[in-house]
Nanobody, 116 residues
């Protein structure tokens, strides 16, 4: 079955970097695009970044453009989110996501806390 397992979250100071990873299994990773979402307390889940199956094209939420980079490694079935210059308001649970035909799959999430 499809499994997405996020890792790399933690506590980081404002302005600091953090890299998230999402290990995928149970499907042909190189055939599907991957996304990162986040959900802050009391807010709706929002799309942060997405990458196509080939890894050649990506998209970002306006709030993270220029600071976050999504990438993928098809040999490792893993998608990454490099986050730089983090802000306190970006404290949230970050989720990995993919859509296969008519179904959406989610990881369990990884907590990112930006605080001094």
């Amino acid at each position: 079955q499809v499994q997405l397992v996020e890792s790399g979250g933690g506590l980081v100071q404002p302005g600091g970097p953090l890299r998230l990873s999402c290990a995928a299994s149970g499907f042909t990773f190189s055939s599907y695009g991957m996304n990162w979402y986040r959900q802050a307390p009391g807010k709706e889940r929002e799309l942060v970044a997405g990458i196509t199956s080939t890894g050649k094209n990506s998209k970002y939420a306006d709030a993270v453009k220029g600071r976050f980079t999504i990438s993928s490694d098809n040999a490792k079935n893993t998608v990454y989110l490099q986050m730089n210059v983090l802000k306190p308001e970006e404290t949230a649970v970050y989720y990995c996501n993919t859509r296969i035909i008519f179904s959406a799959y989610w990881g369990q999430g990884t907590q990112v806390t930006v605080s001094s």
